[in-house]
């Protein structure tokens, strides 16, 4: 049988109707084609309780008594997402030496600038 829901997200709801046999994996894929983020990136909840992903929409409580057309089952979602790629330029650049051998050049190149600093020298 046909169940009818609404899911809502903030300012938007969307308005859809799926079988009791329908999985709530299923259902975020219907979403996925709306709101453009992968099952993953979603969490639906009746009420406050998250549904499993392997269950079925009956198996969840959604039949087509408590979630008729007229009167559709409500349910909220959040979705959420990886934090994008660093740009190039903030990733290390692969020079052919350590990390290690890298912070001791670093280490070297400060401690000269503060020697030079100290005895009032300038070298640059």
């Known amino acids: 049988m046909d169940v009818f829901l609404m899911i809502r997200r903030h ?5 859809t109707d799926a079988k009791e046999s329908t999985t709530v994996y299923e259902l975020k894929r219907i979403v996925e084609g709306i709101l453009k983020r992968s099952p993953e990136e979603q969490r639906l909840y009746k ?4 549904l499993d992903d392997s269950k079925t929409l009956g198996d969840s ?10 009167a559709p089952a409500t349910l909220r979602i959040e979705t959420f997402s990886s ?9 290390p650049q692969d020079s ?14 400060c401690s000269w600038l503060w020697n030079c600093a100290c005895q009032n020298e300038t070298h640059f």
């Open 47 to 50: 009420d406050d309780m998250l």
């Open 61 to 70: 409580g959604f039949t087509n008594q408590t979630a008729r057309p007229q």
């Open 11 to 15: 300012k938007t709801t969307i308005f």
């Open 96 to 109: 052919g030496s350590t990390a290690n051998e890298q912070a001791l050049v670093l280490l070297v190149g």
């Open 83 to 91: 934090p994008p790629e660093l740009p190039d330029v903030m990733k």
